[in-house]
């Protein structure tokens, strides 16, 4: 179950492409290549991990909007939660072994902490949520950059800041109902 919901929702076409612009947003304008590919790979764990937390969490209303996805109809929600928790897991591990200032697996921990908090109390969609849900963005590049934050913090919390317009410009444009969207539910 778990290799047929990656096929369906997490598309290296998508998540490759931004894995390599968080990990580039990460570098503070220090890029080499081996620097890149490592921090893209440690961005696309970040990206599984979430990708999952939001899909277990829109379960209900994708159920009635994309009833025909793989986590919709499956009998058992099981194994992605395993593969989810597993990823945060080594994501977490990871963190703690790339980055000895701490900042990195403390973001990654605040993050974990938000969202899951968010994902269990939320009752509906509001444009403070989506917000909360996207900032995980953002988190990622500094999450991803840990202590070189403290190098170059100007242009990584900037391009932290740009990704998450980015992100929030897709998200209007990308889901017409979401309350970000000028006219959207509120």
Not at 88 to 111: E, K, P, T
């Amino acid at each position: 179950m778990v290799g047929a919901y990656l096929a369906e929702r997490f598309s290296p076409r998508v998540f490759l492409p931004m894995a390599v612009v968080i990990a580039g947003a990460a570098s503070g304008g220090a890029l080499s290549g081996m620097r890149l590919g490592l921090d893209a790979c440690f961005a696309l764990l970040l990206l599984a991990q979430f990708r999952s937390w939001d899909d277990l969490a829109d379960r209900g209303r994708d159920a009635v909007s994309h009833p025909e996805r793989v986590l919709v109809r499956a009998m058992s929600t099981t194994p992605i939660v395993a593969f989810s928790g597993a990823l945060a897991i080594l994501n977490i591990c990871l963190a703690i072994q790339r980055d000895a200032s701490g900042i990195a697996v403390a973001v990654l921990v605040a993050l974990i902490g938000a969202l899951g908090a968010w994902y269990s109390l939320r009752t509906g969609r509001t444009a403070a949520g989506d917000h909360l849900v996207l900032s995980k963005y953002p988190a990622m590049v500094i999450i991803v950059a840990g202590a070189r934050v403290l190098i170059a913090p100007v242009q990584i919390l900037c391009a932290a800041l740009a990704l998450h317009l980015a992100a929030c410009l897709y998200e209007v444009w990308h889901d017409p109902a979401s309350p970000l969207s000028i006219g959207g539910h509120r």
